[in-house]
Nanobody
């Protein structure tokens, strides 16, 4: 059974930084798509959106325009862990952040949440102005 556990969320002021971690267990990298893990977020009253995801077997990344230049995704396959370094945080980054894995490709776009089978419980990020 696959488990994704996020950590690293918290409250910061505008311009601050946080580093999120997602540790996967029970997850095997059997196909190239299995390396397509990443991060989504959902703010109250809004749809879940893809923030940063590894694509193409982990060889490249999809990053939503609103965080480009500020957020960086990385992973340590030996530790089955994906990270999201978030710098220059803004109040609009406030959301619950979720780790996702098990990419299916059934829907258009790597940032589509329906493309992922496995989800963590989420970690809250709050940015105050």
């Amino acid at each position: 059974q696959v488990h994704l556990v996020e950590s690293g969320g918290g409250s910061v002021e505008t311009g601050g930084s946080l580093r999120l971690s997602c540790a996967a267990s029970g997850y095997s990298y059997s196909t190239a798509c299995d390396y397509c893990m990443g991060w989504f977020r959902q703010a109250p009253g809004k749809e879940r959106e893809g923030v940063a995801v590894f694509v193409n077997g982990g060889g490249s990344t999809y990053v939503v325009d609103s965080v480009k230049g500020r957020f960086t995704i990385s992973q340590d396959n030996s530790k089955r862990t994906v990270y999201l370094q978030m710098n220059m945080l803004k109040p609009e980054d406030t959301a619950m952040y979720y780790c996702a894995a098990g990419y299916t490709g059934l829907y258009s776009g790597y940032g589509h949440p329906m493309n992922y089978n496995y989800w963590g419980q989420g970690t809250q990020v709050t940015v105050s102005s």
